[in-house]
C-alpha cells in the first residue's frame, strides 16, 4: 500500500475551511499537478458526496465510543484517566490542548524529535489575509509590497501594513466580495476606495464588495475593528456586525467590538452614527457605546470614557478595573498565547493597566504578578494563571 | 493521548475501508479496535503517523481477507472475489474517507438539511446560491444557518472557523 502523506488530507480540509494560507495553497496546488490527484481532488470536494458520506459515518460511528472504551481498558490508559481525575480541573484541560499542539507539530515536521520546540512570545505584528472574489489567497505583511490587479476590474496595493484598494470606475461589473483576514497576534489597515480608513486588530474580518455601487456603502465585520469613515450622505456607509447588530453612518470615526462571545459594543468617537438591532435602532452621540444586552436581543446607550475603547488603535493596552479574564483575553489575542486560569477566583480580580502594545509579554506580566495577587507561569505559548 | 488523537481522526476512515470488504458492523468492529490495540502494543517502533495510518489499514485489511477466505473455504464461490480485493485504487478513497471524517467531525451533530445548507457554504456559495439550490427562500437558509450556528457553539466549541462560516455570510 503506497503511503499518502497525512499532511495531504489536512491542507485539502483545510482549502474546504478557506483556510490556506499562501504556502499551503502552493503545496496544495503542486499535489495537484498530477493529473490523477485533481480527479481525486475533485470528487472529495464534492458537496454531495460529502454529505453522503456524513450518512454512512453516520451508521460506522455508532460503535466509536464503545470501541475506544475497550481500547483505554486494554491499554491501561483508563488508569491513568481515573487517576487524572484527582488533578485541578485546569491542569486536566491544558493536557489534550498542550497534546493538541505537539501532535500537530509532529504532523507538519513528521518528526517527533522536534516535539520540544522553543518558542518565543512576541507581540502581534502587521499580518493579514486577503480572499479575493475569485478564490485566490494572498498573505499580506509589513514587509511584503505588492500590486494585484483583479479580472473583475479594481487594484489592490499592498505597503507597510497598509492594503489600499482602488476600484475601477471604468468597468461595470457583478459585485464581489473580498475578505481581509487578521490572525490572532496580528493587524492590518485597509484603505477602501472612498477613502474610509479601516483598522483591524487581531483575530478580525472585513468584507468588503470590489465596488460601492448601490444604495449604501457596505460591508460586513467580525472581531475588533476601528473606522475612520469618509463623509458621503448621498451614500451611507454601514457595517454590519451580525444579522441583529448594523451600523449606520454618514462620516466619523468609531470602534466596533464583536467578538465571538462577548456582546458587540460600538463606541463612537465622532461624528454620529446609528446602530439597528433587531427590532429598535438607537443613535450614538460621541462618548457614547451601544452594547449588546447579555440575550443579544437588546442594545443599549451608555455613557463610556472613549479612551480605553480605542486604546489598541493608539497601540496601546488601558485596562482601568477591569477582570483579569477579560485582560487575559486579550493579551492572548495579541501575543498568540493560551491562557488557562487554575484558580477561577483570580478571574474576576480587577486591575488597572497601561502600556504599549509592542512591549515584551513577559514585562506585562511581570507588571501583573507583582501586584501579589497571582501568580503566572509561562510553558511555550501557554500561561498558566493561579 | 496522542493514542486517543489518532484514534479520533482514524476510526471512521479505518472502518469505512474495512466495511468495503465486509459489510458486517460487529465483525469489523473487532478488527479497526484490534488494530488500534496493536498500534499501542508497537507504539515505540512509529516514528511517523504516515506509517501508523498503514499500518491500521494493512492490519484491517488483513483481518478482513482472512475472514472472507474463512467464509470462502465455507460457501465455495465468488471466483472473482480475488479480482475485487486488489489494491488498485486504495490510496483515493481512503483520502478521501480520512477528509471526509474531517469534515464529518464538525457537522455530525447536524441535521440532514443543515449539513447540507454548512456544506455548501463550506464551499463557498452564497446564502441566495444555497436557497435556490435547495428550492428554499433565503430566509430559510439564514434559520438554518442560525440554529446549526446554536447547535455547533454549544458542542464543538473549538471549531470557531465554521461558526464564522455560518455566522460571517
Not at chain 1, 14 to 26: A, D, P, V
Not at chain 1, 159 to 187: M, N, Q, V, W
Not at chain 1, 196 to 201: D, E
Not at chain 2, 60 to 77: E, T
Request: hydrophobic fraction near 40%.
Amino acid at each position: 500500500m503506497k503511503k499518502i502523506d497525512p499532511k495531504v488530507e489536512l491542507l485539502i480540509y483545510r482549502f474546504l475551511r478557506g483556510e490556506l494560507s499562501g504556502e499551503e495553497r502552493e503545496e496544495l496546488d503542486c499535489w495537484l499537478q498530477d493529473g490523477e490527484h485533481r480527479v481525486w481532488f475533485e470528487n472529495i470536494c464534492n458537496k454531495e458526496n460529502i454529505l453522503q458520506k456524513s450518512f454512512h459515518f453516520d451508521r460506522l460511528n455508532k460503535g466509536r465510543e464503545e470501541s475506544w472504551r475497550r481500547l483505554e481498558k486494554s491499554t491501561g490508559l483508563w488508569r491513568r484517566r481515573v487517576m487524572r481525575r484527582w488533578m485541578v480541573a485546569a491542569a486536566s484541560l491544558m493536557i489534550p490542548l498542550l497534546v493538541g499542539v505537539l501532535y500537530h507539530d509532529m504532523l507538519w515536521n513528521n518528526d517527533p524529535l522536534m516535539l520540544v520546540k522553543k518558542t518565543e512570545i512576541v507581540p502581534g505584528v502587521s499580518t493579514a489575509t486577503l480572499y479575493l472574489p475569485d478564490g485566490k489567497v494572498v498573505d499580506l505583511g509589513k514587509d511584503s509590497v505588492c500590486s494585484l490587479k483583479l479580472a473583475s476590474g479594481g487594484t489592490f496595493q499592498n505597503e507597510r501594513g497598509t492594503l489600499t484598494y482602488r476600484e475601477d470606475s471604468t468597468k461595470k461589473s457583478a459585485l464581489r466580495y473580498s475578505e481581509l483576514r487578521i490572525p490572532r497576534g496580528g493587524e492590518y489597515k485597509v484603505i477602501l476606495p472612498d477613502g474610509t480608513i479601516v483598522w483591524l486588530n487581531a483575530e478580525s474580518s472585513l468584507r468588503f464588495p470590489n465596488e460601492f455601487s448601490g444604495k449604501t456603502r457596505k460591508v460586513y465585520a467580525r472581531g475588533e475593528l476601528y473606522f475612520d469613515v469618509t463623509r458621503n450622505e448621498a451614500q451611507p456607509f454601514e457595517v454590519e456586525v451580525e444579522d441583529d447588530y448594523t451600523i449606520e453612518v454618514l462620516g466619523t470615526e468609531f470602534n466596533v467590538r464583536a467578538y465571538q462571545d462577548s456582546p458587540c459594543a460600538t463606541t463612537l468617537v465622532k461624528g454620529s452614527v446609528r446602530v439597528k438591532g433587531k427590532d429598535q435602532e438607537v443613535l450614538l452621540k460621541p462618548g457614547q457605546q451601544a452594547v449588546e444586552t447579555g440575550d443579544g436581543k437588546r442594545i443599549e446607550v451608555k455613557d463610556v470614557d472613549v479612551g480605553p475603547c480605542i486604546a489598541w488603535h493608539n497601540g496601546l493596552f488601558y485596562f482601568d478595573q477591569t477582570p483579569l479574564e477579560d485582560i487575559m483575553e486579550e493579551l492572548a489575542r495579541w501575543y498568540d498565547v493560551q491562557v488557562f486560569f487554575e484558580n477561577e477566583s483570580v478571574k474576576n480580580e480587577c486591575f488597572s493597566l497601561e502600556m504599549k502594545r509592542f512591549d515584551d509579554f513577559n514585562r506585562v506580566l511581570s507588571l501583573i504578578e507583582h501586584t501579589g495577587m497571582v501568580k503566572i507561569t509561562v510553558n511555550e505559548h501557554v500561561v498558566t494563571v493561579r | 493521548m496522542i493514542f486517543k488523537e489518532i484514534f479520533d481522526r482514524y476510526y471512521l476512515p479505518v472502518k469505512s475501508y474495512a466495511f468495503r470488504y465486509v459489510e458486517d458492523d460487529e465483525v469489523i468492529e473487532d478488527f479497526v479496535q484490534d488494530a488500534f490495540l496493536q498500534v499501542w502494543e508497537r507504539r515505540e517502533h512509529f516514528f511517523f503517523v504516515a506509517a501508523i495510518k498503514s499500518f491500521l489499514y494493512t492490519s484491517v485489511r488483513n483481518a478482513c481477507l482472512d475472514h472472507l477466505r474463512h467464509q470462502k473455504v465455507r460457501r465455495q464461490h465468488e471466483p472473482e472475489l480475488v479480482l475485487w480485493l486488489s489494491e488498485e485504487g486504495d490510496e483515493e478513497f481512503l483520502l478521501e474517507d480520512e477528509v471526509h471524517a474531517m469534515v464529518y467531525e464538525a457537522i455530525k451533530d447536524l441535521s440532514e438539511q443543515s449539513r447540507r445548507v454548512v456544506i455548501m457554504t463550506m464551499d463557498g456559495a452564497s446564502n441566495p446560491e444555497i436557497a435556490e439550490q435547495l428550492g428554499v427562500s433565503v430566509n430559510t437558509v439564514k434559520t438554518i444557518k442560525l440554529r446549526a450556528y446554536r447547535v455547533l457553539r454549544e458542542r464543538l466549541k473549538g471549531l470557531q472557523w465554521l461558526l464564522l462560516l455560518l455566522f460571517g455570510v
